[in-house]
């Protein structure tokens, strides 16, 4: 069975930084591409970063320069480096796995989904 945990959310002002954590397990962590996904609140999911089974990433245009998502498969864990946070960063932030097809920041892309961790960034 595979489980998704997202951890490292918090709150934090307007130039902080964050890491967040996605620990997963009940499968091979190495084989699946991931990406970080996040819920504003009232707005739809959108696509954040994500790293191909290959290793290549892929950000969305509001937050190159700015995150960068990595992966250790020796402790198979997901991470998301955040950077000079801003108050449009405040939002539900998901870990997905298993890319089945389509593009790599399309949430419909993904099988399996943890359960959030929030962010808060306030001016």
């Known amino acids: 069975q595979v489980q998704l945990v997202e951890s490292g959310g918090g709150s934090v002002q307007a130039g902080g930084s964050l890491r967040l954590s996605c620990a997963a397990s009940?499968?091979?962590?190495?084989?699946?591409?991931m990406a970080w996904f996040r819920q504003p609140p009232g707005k739809e999911r959108e696509g954040v970063a994500a790293?191909?089974?290959?290793?290549?990433?892929g950000y969305a245009d509001s937050v190159k320069g700015r995150f960068t998502i990595s992966k250790e498969n020796a402790n198979n864990t997901l991470y998301l480096q955040m950077n000079i946070l801003a108050p449009e960063d405040t939002a539900m932030y998901y870990c997905?796995?298993?890319?089945?097809?389509?593009?790599?920041?399309?949430?419909?892309?993904?099988?399996?989904w943890g359960q959030g961790t929030q962010v808060t960034v306030s001016s």
């Open positions: 997905a796995a298993h890319l089945r097809g389509g593009g790599l920041l399309d949430s419909g892309s993904y099988s399996y």
């Open positions: 009940g499968y091979t962590f190495s084989r699946y591409s």
């Open positions: 790293i191909a089974s290959t290793g290549s990433t």
